[in-house]
């Protein structure tokens, strides 16, 4: 028996962590030789050129006139079932329950028992969607009739359980980066275009919601720059934007915050950072937390949601309530002021982020989870650094 597997991943191909981390580990699957089909309505800004064993499958929704509102959710099962008979697939692995879970349940009614589903919980389908009454049977479905389900975080698996009363197994299965692309750079020259010598740089990455508390990230720059001579990096764009920028010429400070808006380049760009500012009220994982620490800049975050899980208090970045803004910049201060700190926060950083958090190792649980449900012996492949 062939020891690879033919994988359908669908996932939300537009910015966004759940986004990222399919495409990612698409990538590094089809490296290992299994053949991996992205089945989406555009291809996933993050998988660029040419793959040696992926595929990409663009769902087309139909305009027939009877139809109000585009069926896309309809179209996608329809393509789901369709790939998998043309490609004879063995799994589906979808990221988000709702819509792409109740899809391939679809797809698989379609297609016969033979294919299995696995879902991953990213978050919003269940801090969000679950929220809302009228959904959560549709969730709760999804979730109870795949033949796999993984969690990002502890703090997500809990949440789901409670909110939904799902009782059923759900595999702790964390993010993770890709250290041959996540790493610290060489960024003097880009630096210096922000910052002086002299100077610190804070940094902050988001889709700019509410959530996120951009605004805390302002309030923190403002007390630490008022002691420390120091550069905001704002990267991203989102609804709230406009609300920061007008913030940040209320206090006075507009010529010491940036405006990057989106950049591909993450590695390099969070690179020039010395911490990175994640005071959001709500977070499954935080994945900037971990790409920032892959390349050895520690966090400056809140006690909230799956956060504390990744970024160890006191080793690599410090935690604080929520809100509490003068705590996350006295943090923030101890860690300027203090070289020998600093430095042995980049190091506990990196440390982590290649082992709790590896490509390697969580590549190898989602594949076990892979042969597991299909009831075949995993076989011993080979490493994605071997």
Request: proline residues 5%; negative net charge.
């Amino acid at each position: 028996m062939d020891p690879f597997l033919k994988i359908g991943i669908t996932c939300y191909p537009t910015l966004g962590g759940s986004g990222v981390v399919a495409t990612e580990l698409g990538k590094l699957l089809a490296e290992k030789g299994h053949e991996v089909h992205f089945i989406s309505h555009s291809v996933p800004f993050r998988l660029g050129s040419y793959h040696k064993n992926i595929f990409y499958h663009e769902v087309e929704v139909s305009d027939y006139y009877v139809f109000r509102y585009p069926p896309y959710d309809l179209s996608l099962a329809t393509k789901m079932a369709q790939v998998a008979k043309q490609q004879n697939l063995d799994i589906l692995h979808v990221h988000y329950a709702v819509p792409h879970a109740v899809c391939a349940l679809l797809a698989k009614q379609m297609v016969g028992d033979k294919l299995k589903i696995v879902t991953t919980l990213h978050g919003t389908d269940i801090t969000v969607l679950a929220q809302d009454e009228s959904l959560k049977d549709l969730i709760r479905l999804a979730i109870n009739e795949s033949d796999a389900v993984t969690s990002v975080s502890r703090d997500l698996m809990k949440e789901t359980c409670e909110v939904l009363d799902i009782t059923r197994e759900i595999e702790l299965t964390y993010n993770f980066v890709d250290e041959r692309v996540y790493y610290p750079r060489d960024t003097k020259t880009c630096r210096s275009e922000f910052a002086a010598p002299d100077e610190k740089v804070l940094m902050h990455i988001s889709n700019f919601r509410p959530v996120k508390r951009v605004g805390d990230v302002v309030d923190v720059f403002h007390m630490v720059n008022a002691e420390v001579p120091s550069q905001l990096l704002f990267v991203g764009e989102g609804p709230d934007l406009p609300k920061i920028q007008w913030k940040v010429k209320e206090l006075g400070i507009a010529d010491r915050v940036h405006f990057l808006g989106k950049q591909d380049d993450i590695a390099h760009v969070i690179s020039m950072a010395d911490v990175l500012l994640l005071p959001s009220e709500k977070e499954s994982f935080g994945l900037v937390a971990l790409e920032a620490m892959a390349c050895g800049i520690p966090t400056i975050g809140s006690l909230a949601g799956g956060i504390p899980e990744l970024v160890a208090h006191g080793e690599t970045g410090f935690l604080s309530p929520i809100g509490d803004t003068r705590q996350m910049a006295d943090d923030t201060l101890a860690l300027f002021r203090d070289e020998q700190l600093a430095n042995r926060l980049r190091e506990a950083c990196l440390a982590r982020a290649t082992g709790e958090f590896s490509s390697d190792l969580i590549t190898l649980r989602y594949e076990s989870i892979y042969y597991k449900v299909l009831g075949r012996k995993m076989p011993v492949l080979k490493p994605l650094c071997g």
